[in-house]
Nanobody, 126 residues
Framework: QARLAESGGGLVRPGESLTLSCAAS????????MAWFRQAPGKEREFVGV????????FVADSVKGRFTISRDNGKNTVILRMNNLKPEDTAVYHC???????????????????WGQGTQVTVSS
C-alpha cells in the first residue's frame, strides 16, 4: 500500500522560509514522478512543482519560480520543497502526489496523480 506523508508546514511571517518534506513508502520511489500541489480555501488545487527521474523533469510553477525549489532524495524516498521569501498568497494546504506514468505535458494536472498525502498547512501572515 503506497503512502505519502508530508511534514514541515507551519506559521511564518512574510519573507521567511519553510522546507516541506514528503516521505514515500510502499512504491518504487525512483520510478515515480513526485509533485507538490497546494489548495487554499475556496480555490482549486494548484500545481507547485514536480520532479521526475524517469523523464528528467524538474520544474516549478511560474507563480513560485525563483522562490521555491523541488528536489528528491532517492536514498530516503523523500521529495523536498524549499520555499523562500514566502508571501501571504502562499498560504494553503500543501499536498504531495505521486504518479507512475504521467507524461511531461500532463505533470501540472492534479488528475494525473494517483497517490496523495493528507497535506500540511502553510500559513504566511504578519
Amino acid at each position: 500500500q503506497a503512502r505519502l506523508a508530508e511534514s514541515g508546514g507551519g506559521l511564518v511571517r512574510p519573507g521567511e522560509s519553510l522546507t516541506l518534506s514528503c516521505a514515500a513508502s510502499g512504491l518504487p520511489f525512483t520510478r515515480y514522478t513526485m509533485a507538490w500541489f497546494r489548495q487554499a480555501p475556496g480555490k482549486e488545487r494548484e500545481f507547485v512543482g514536480v520532479t521526475s527521474q524517469r523523464t528528467g523533469s524538474n520544474f516549478v510553477a511560474d507563480s513560485v519560480k525563483g522562490r521555491f525549489t523541488i528536489s528528491r532524495d532517492n536514498g530516503k524516498n523523500t521529495v523536498i520543497l524549499r520555499m523562500n521569501n514566502l508571501k501571504p498568497e502562499d498560504t494553503a494546504v500543501y499536498h504531495c502526489a505521486a504518479s507512475s506514468g504521467v507524461i511531461v505535458s500532463q505533470m501540472r494536472s492534479h488528475t494525473a496523480y494517483n497517490y496523495w498525502g493528507q497535506g500540511t498547512q502553510v500559513t504566511v501572515s504578519s
